[in-house]
């Protein structure tokens, strides 16, 4: 470590390779929304979020996984064709709470062509939010997996490696040589789902009527009618208490009154 007064450690953020924050000065002060795109080897995560002085405000976030849950995606969550549908269905979010244009903001990761970051921006472009972007950067021939087809086809059908490498898909019941057809089907039910700009149930997520319970038999409710109501009886009210009488002194005993005798021992009348 350098030991000049001029040294400055750099922030624990740009020293773990999280925040540029020469790049986000920039993207703050333009005051427009940030289309956050970030990518794993199973997931992908596309947000649109606006910098505000209490902290960044999340106007539409989708994950990869939400194609599983809600739209019947069957082949792995961390190919091209579902970082595509995720960046598709972030941007018919964004549109249905208002939002009309975003600034891509990819991070510190290196803007590689045809990326999985540009197949979310692609889907959020076909989700007609303006995103100023060049063209150069896309593949779109990899957006529907026919890459993936491709190379599925070349392996064969009764390989081992065929069968190595695309265990998730056959645990899944979907043959890779065939994603496009299944990435077409889940990309109409996402455009399906936000008719009139705003978001609708699934059609397979609408949870069928609650079963009303059978009336009990027209012979008990007549039973219940004959029935005689006993009414509760009347609570008697109890009569006030006396107070009971302050028991009286004992009278004094009177004393005898004693005889006198004379000075001869007789006794005086």
Same mark, same amino acid.
């Given at each position: 470590?350098? *030991? ?14 999280? *925040? ?11 005051? =427009?929304?940030?289309l ?37 995606? =069957? ?7 579902a970082?595509?549908?995720?960046? !598709?269905l ?13 600034? !891509? ?5 290196s803007? *590689? ?5 540009f ?34 086809k070349?392996?064969? !059908?009764?390989s ?8 998730k898909y =056959? ?8 994603i496009?057809?299944?990435?077409? =089907? ?9 008719? &009139? &700009? ?6 397979h ?24 109501? +006993? ?22 005993k ?6 006198? *005798?004379?000075? +001869? &021992?007789? +006794?005086?009348?």
């Amino acid at each position: 470590m350098s *030991t000049s007064g001029n040294y400055r450690v750099k922030l624990r953020r740009r020293r773990e390779g999280k *925040t540029d924050y020469q790049a986000r000065k920039a993207l703050v002060t333009s005051r =427009k929304p940030r289309l956050v795109t970030r990518a794993s080897l199973k997931n992908a995560t596309v947000q649109i979020s606006l910098a505000k002085p209490s902290g960044d405000q999340v106007l539409a976030s989708a994950n990869s996984r939400e194609l599983i849950r809600n739209y019947g995606w =069957k082949a792995p969550t961390g190919n091209i064709p579902a970082a595509y549908l995720t960046g !598709l269905l972030c941007g018919y979010k964004a549109k249905a709470a208002g939002v009309k244009e975003a600034i !891509l903001d990819i991070g510190l990761i290196s803007p *590689t062509k045809g990326s999985k970051i540009f197949a979310m921006l692609s889907g959020v472009l076909d989700a007609d939010i303006d995103v100023p972007h060049s063209e150069e950067k896309m593949v779109k021939e990899r957006l529907k997996g026919e890459h993936i087809a491709k190379y599925a086809k070349s392996l064969g !059908l009764d390989s081992e490696e065929y069968s190595a490498k695309f265990s998730k898909y =056959k645990a899944k019941q979907v043959a890779p040589e065939k994603i496009g057809e299944h990435f077409t =089907k889940v990309k109409a039910d996402i455009i399906a789902s936000f008719k &009139g &700009g705003k978001q609708m149930v699934p059609s397979h997520e609408k949870k069928a009527p609650a079963k009303e319970e059978p009336a009990p038999p027209a012979v008990e409710e007549k039973e219940a009618k004959k029935a005689p109501v +006993k009414k509760p009886a009347a609570k008697k009210e109890a009569a006030p208490k006396k107070k009971p009488a302050k028991e009286k002194a004992p009278a004094a005993k009177e004393k005898a009154p004693k005889e006198k *005798t004379s000075k +001869k &021992g007789e +006794k005086k009348a």
